[in-house]
């Protein structure tokens, strides 16, 4: 059974910090991985999304890097803002059709 | 502006009455999706729909239905909601399936 786990569940930290955020995933035979981020109250905004044969991408402070031979990836935020404050989910897709959801990692940024 | 509609984004009922969710994208994407969010379990896929009539299960399809008859409305049809069907329900669309999603707001259902 394919499954993601997103480390740590929450974070808290200052403003101007850079942060690693980790998602982890069984079976390395993934198509492509998104980040996604989720607002209180709001639906799922689509950060980055990177092909399987893709290392990393890139999204102004945004980096999302893949391994997929260890079935891992993660987002790197560079100079937190309060405005990053915010769920964080990564979804790999395992074939052609739907996404599998890590759980989360509920940020907060405080100035 | 390009978006994912829902409605309604709240809903309060009881067990057994029949209701529906609408979901319209104004962005002629083919693949569209339900899922719904619940504390500790993260998002889950409940339908899926490649193009039009053509629909498929996701992971938790038991208790509701979808349709597809235009490229840009995917309803999910709950035909006896019951307790268990409390969630907040997202729907999502994009270009193909190897296409970044874009999500609805969200529709918050409570079944008494």
């Known amino acids: 059974k394919q499954e993601v786990t997103q480390i740590p569940a929450a974070l808290s930290v200052p403003e101007g910090e850079n942060l690693v955020l980790n998602c982890s995933f069984t079976?390395?035979?993934?198509?492509?991985l998104q980040w996604f981020r989720q607002d209180p109250g709001k639906g799922l905004t689509s950060l980055l999304l990177?092909?399987?044969?893709?290392r990393e991408q890139t999204s102004g402070r945004l980096n999302a890097s893949l391994d997929k031979s260890s079935g891992r990836s993660t987002l790197y935020i560079a100079a937190s803002q309060p405005g990053d404050s915010a769920t964080y989910l990564c979804?790999?897709?395992?074939?052609?059709?739907?996404?599998?959801f890590g759980t989360g990692t509920r940020l907060q940024v405080f100035p | 502006e390009a978006q994912v509609t829902q409605n309604p984004r709240y809903l309060i009922t009881v067990t057994g009455k029949k209701l529906t969710v609408t979901c319209s994208q104004n962005?002629?994407?083919?693949?569209m999706s339900w899922y719904r969010q619940d504390p500790g379990l993260g998002l889950r896929q409940i339908y899926y729909?490649?193009?039009?009539?053509?629909?498929d299960k996701g992971d938790v399809p038991e208790g509701y239905k979808v349709s597809r008859k235009e490229k840009r409305n995917f309803p999910l049809i709950l035909e006896s909601p019951s307790p268990n069907q409390t969630s907040l329900y997202f729907c999502?669309?994009?270009?193909?399936?190897?296409?970044?999603?874009?999500f609805g707001d969200g529709t918050r259902l409570s079944i008494l």
């Open positions: 999502a669309s994009s270009l193909s399936e190897f296409q970044p999603q874009h």
């Open positions: 979804a790999p897709s395992w074939n052609t059709d739907k996404l599998i």
């Open positions: 990177i092909q399987s044969s893709q």
């Open positions: 962005m002629n994407h083919e693949y």
């Open positions: 729909s490649m193009n039009v009539e053509v629909t």
């Open positions: 079976d390395s035979a993934i198509y492509n």
